[in-house]
């Protein structure tokens, strides 16, 4: 069983939907990062977070430390928005990160 | 500016001709990691380095070596490709564990095809 799940695995969207990505994990962490990965692309990092919410532009991320559990949301949807969406956490008892599988967004025009 | 650059972002190499991937950092940061990613899967770490101490997951196959001669600078080696290392490789670094930052930052991959 992975250590971090992310749902749901795929995700279509109209364009100036709002979305959401839900991450839970079963590892005690540190800091979870939510991060971005185009088609062939390398990775961006979107957040980190440890506790609380953070808001970057149209993104939204919160995290429930006691659930293990965390939401990124996307407010009013756009094509380029298209991406995978990953879940990474680092763990607090060493230099080990674990990531989720990732959810592919794709949102239509 | 990038702060962890791969190279290159593209490589092909032939079945069994050895190919190494570089990645260099300007955060200082201690610890740098490899992960392999196939597609649709998660980024599967093949080993990390504290500084020059070496650390390698146990299901790492003999054919991936790496090497860091300083901070800034680690590689990895493949030496010799077989089909099934065909993916993208992700190089991050991050301060070690128990830093009060525990902020990671990745490079941009680069994605190896084996013909």
């Known amino acids: 069983k992975n250590e971090v799940e992310q749902s749901p695995q795929n995700l279509t969207a109209q364009e100036g939907e709002f979305i959401t990505i839900n991450c839970s994990y079963s590892v005690g962490i540190s800091a979870l990062h939510w991060l971005q990965q185009h088609p062939g692309g390398g990775i961006v990092s979107l957040f980190m977070l440890s506790s609380g919410k953070k808001k970057h532009g149209r993104l939204i991320a919160t995290i429930n430390i006691q659930e293990k559990h965390s939401s990124l949301h996307i407010t009013a949807s756009h094509p380029r928005d298209s991406a995978v969406y990953i879940c990474a956490v680092r763990s607090n008892t060493g230099n080990q990160f674990y990531f989720g599988t990732g959810t592919s967004l794709t949102v239509i025009p | 500016d990038a702060m962890v650059i791969q190279n290159p972002r593209y490589q092909v190499t032939q079945f069994g001709k050895p190919v190494t991937l570089s990645c260099s950092q300007t955060?200082?940061?201690?610890?740098m990691y490899w992960y392999q990613q196939k597609s649709s899967q998660a980024p599967k770490l093949l080993f990390h380095?504290?500084?020059?101490?070496?650390?390698n997951e146990a299901d790492t196959p003999d054919n991936f070596q790496s090497r860091r001669p300083n901070t800034s600078f680690c590689f990895l080696d493949i030496r010799s490709p077989g089909l099934g290392d065909a993916a993208m490789y992700l190089c991050a670094t991050s301060l070690p564990f128990g830093h009060l930052n525990t902020e990671a930052f990745f490079g941009q991959g680069t994605r190896l095809t084996v013909v």
């Open positions: 380095y504290y500084d020059k101490d070496f650390n």
């Open positions: 955060l200082n940061h201690n610890v």
